[in-house]
């Protein structure tokens, strides 16, 4: 089993960053890649921000380009979301996705969710 725990959200003032943390725990696993998806405050849609592959290839949802840089510390079995110049439609609850092997099967994992909500 893995336990997959997001931080780092708030609030923030338009133009603000943060930097949101996705720290997944347990035995016997190795991430094969992990991903940020947001869900919108009228719960309607969850929708992919970025990915990360254990070999570091990345990918951004259109609306993040340029502002949000993905990453991922291998040691640690952490990976991180920075996001700068956040604008108030980034409000959302992000989520954490990290998929996992783990002997010859491959497990998908979900974190609790961390708020952010940009707003002055």
């Known amino acids: 089993q893995v336990q997959v725990v997001e931080s780092g959200g708030g609030l923030v003032q338009p133009g603000g960053s943060l930097r949101l943390s996705c720290a997944a725990s347990?035995?016997?696993?190795?991430?094969?890649?992990m991903g940020w998806y947001r869900q919108t405050p009228d719960g309607k849609r969850r929708e992919m921000v970025a990915t990360i592959t254990s070999g570091e290839v990345v990918n951004y949802a259109d609306f993040v380009k340029g502002r949000f840089i993905i990453s991922t510390d291998n040691a640690k079995n952490t990976g991180y979301l920075q996001m700068n110049s956040l604008k108030p439609e980034d409000t959302a609850t992000y989520y954490c996705?990290?998929?996992?092997?783990?002997?010859?099967?491959?497990?998908?994992?979900w974190g609790q969710g961390t708020q952010v909500t940009v707003s002055s």
């Open positions: 347990g035995s016997s696993f190795s991430i094969v890649s």
């Open positions: 996705n990290t998929i996992v092997k783990t002997g010859r099967n491959y497990r998908e994992y």
